[in-house]
């Protein structure tokens, strides 16, 4: 710790670098000035005066209320169905509206801040955890800590909270850390109450062989956030949203040391590897970072996002919403087929263009669809056929046509969560 100290934060983190970091209003606004994803920030208050006036009907749905500078996950409030009167808290009962107020006050007076001074109260838009997320914790948000030093991402965990940690990703309150290969973005080892765990406490998921979604995506912001936020050493915490992908949740000016136990690695043996070096942008430290730090047991895995397995998640827009469903990686079928439910469902537009295709009862004509649809990160529009494919066991092929800048991988020995 006093290494780390010495060696790192001091010469690499000056004071006034460190004071933005502390307080999340000011590192929201220069996230968002900057153009780098964070959740959206829905109100601020400054005074009791400003609380005491606020209409709370202009809060809608879910939110998040935080102290500016506070510390540990302290003063998070996280409440859902808000009507203008009340809402539900995350961790069970109701908030009302008197209620809000008067933790707003607390906060406000410094309950949760650091060294007890006079703060400010931000409310943000609740981060809808994603499907990924959700499976391996199912209370929570569980975030990503990246380990940013001089424009190279060092070292990666992945926080699930725990019933223990009362859903919140803290390790010191019971969260799991789980260490993730810079290169392929794949869990490797488990720490738990500074603990070697092989297995998500209160399941029989094993921590090692999790494939971490938008891997490529979480890397470039973790480094472009802390070449804006001035640090040359930062802790940079990140959660994986539903719609929005990976947004900066925080970014830390003296991030802890457990980060090494769920890795198995020397923090400082890698930060010594780079420490002279001369890294001229955010790709180039990225790609630094694959080839000194992967993991020897992963050496042989691709490092791409474009590996797909020939079974997938794949979701489908329209004018009437949304629709993910398992899809077939058909290379030998030219174009993509939906059944012709989704198109019903979606709202889907008739294509002026017909195909003539071979199936089990021979040829036939299918009309066509235009549709648009994500798989993986990369959001494709083209033109797909439907017909009624109930009797089949995926109500979606995607075709070679649709399949550009992918490799479709039968054999991919290692675990992939999507």
């Known amino acids: 710790m006093n290494a780390r100290n010495y060696l790192y934060i001091r010469p690499n983190n000056k004071r006034m670098a460190k004071k933005r970091a502390d307080n999340k209003l000011l590192t929201k606004k220069r996230l968002i000035k900057h153009k780098i994803p964070t959740p959206k920030l829905l109100e601020v ?37 808000w009507n203008g009167m009340e809402g539900k808290l995350l961790g069970g009962g109701i908030l009302t509206a008197e209620q809000l107020e008067a933790e707003i006050f607390s906060i406000l007076d410094g309950a949760y801040s650091i060294n007890h001074l006079p703060d400010t109260a931000l409310v943000e838009k609740r981060v809808v955890v994603s499907s990924t997320m959700r499976k391996l914790s199912k209370k929570g948000v ?41 290169r392929t973005g794949i869990t490797t080892k488990g720490v738990y109450f500074g603990k070697i765990t092989t297995l998500i406490p209160g399941t ?76 001229p ?14 993991e020897s047991a992963l050496t042989r895995v691709p490092d791409s996002s474009n590996v797909l397995h020939v079974l997938e998640k794949v979701t489908l827009y329209g004018p009437k919403g949304k629709k993910t469903v398992q899809a077939k990686m058909d290379t030998g079928a030219y174009s993509s087929s939906i059944d012709e439910s989704l198109v019903e469902e979606l709202g889907l537009a008739d294509h002026p263009k017909k195909k003539r295709v071979r199936s089990g009862i021979g040829y036939e ?33 995607v075709g070679r046509h649709d399949l550009k800048g992918f490799l479709v991988d039968p054999n991919v020995d290692y675990k992939i969560i999507k």
Not at 215 to 232: D, H, P, R
Not at 240 to 256: Q, T
Not at 281 to 294: H, N
Not at 367 to 392: E, I, P
Request: proline share 3%; glycine share 8%; with cysteine.
């Open 45 to 81: 208050f400054r005074k009791h005066r400003d609380v005491r006036d606020y209409d709370w009907k202009k809060l809608k749905g879910s939110f998040v209320l935080k102290p500016a500078r506070g510390y540990g996950g302290n003063g998070i409030l996280v409440v859902r169905n």
């Open 142 to 182: 569980p975030d990503i800590r990246v380990i940013v030093y001089n424009k190279v991402p060092v070292m990666a965990m992945l926080r699930l909270p725990t019933e223990h940690s009362n859903g919140c990703a803290n390790l010191h309150q019971g969260a799991i850390g789980i260490g993730i290969d810079i």
């Open 204 to 279: 029989k998921t094993k921590v090692r062989g999790i494939k971490i979604p938008r891997w490529g995506k979480i890397l470039k912001y973790a480094v472009q956030a802390q070449e804006v936020s001035s640090l040359g050493y930062a802790g940079i915490d990140i959660v994986l949203d539903e719609e929005e992908g990976p947004l900066i949740l925080e970014i830390n000016a003296r991030p802890g040391l457990q980060i090494q136990i769920a890795n198995g690695a020397s923090l400082r043996t890698r930060l010594e590897r780079i420490e002279d070096m001369q890294i």
């Open 281 to 294: 942008t955010v790709e180039y430290g990225i790609d630094l970072a694959k080839y000194l730090f992967a």
């Open 365 to 397: 004509v299918r009309d066509m669809v235009g549709v648009t649809f994500r798989l993986q990160s990369k959001v494709v529009t083209t033109v797909a056929s439907y017909t009624d494919r109930t009797h089949m066991k995926y109500s979606m092929i």
